[in-house]
Nanobody
Framework: QVQLVESGGELVQAGDSLRLSCAAS????????MAWFRQTPGKEREFVAA????????GYADSVKGRFTISRDNAKNTAYLQMNSLRPEDTAVYYC??????????????????WGQGTQVTVSS
């Protein structure tokens, strides 16, 4: 059974940095595609970033390019999202997602069968 547990979300000020972690268990992490999504109340889940099993990033949402970096440590079964120059509009619940058989676009939440419980990031102005 796959488990994903996010951590690292907190209240920060605009311009600050934050690193989210996603610890995975239950399946061979090193062969998974990992992604981060975010969601605010009343809105659909939004793609943030994704990374191949090899550690090569797949892509970023335009809104976070140049500010966020996705990475992974397969030895620690953990994926990360480094968030710099945070803005109030980055406020959301951030979810990590995993998939071993990608059949849809990496930016489509429907492509992922495994999700964490989410971690709240709040950026004050």
């Amino acid at each position: 059974q796959v488990q994903l547990v996010e951590s690292g979300g907190e209240l920060v000020q605009a311009g600050d940095s934050l690193r989210l972690s996603c610890a995975a268990s239950g399946r061979t992490f090193s062969s998974s595609t990992m992604a981060w999504f975010r969601q605010t109340p009343g809105k659909e889940r939004e793609f943030v970033a994704a990374i191949w099993w090899s550690g090569t990033s797949i892509g970023y949402a335009d809104s976070v390019k140049g500010r966020f970096t996705i990475s992974r440590d397969n030895a620690k079964n953990t994926a990360y999202l480094q968030m710099n120059s945070l803005r109030p509009e980055d406020t959301a619940v951030y979810y990590c997602a995993a998939e071993w058989r990608m059949s849809l676009s990496f930016s489509n939440p429907g492509a992922y069968n495994y999700w964490g419980q989410g971690t709240q990031v709040t950026v004050s102005s």
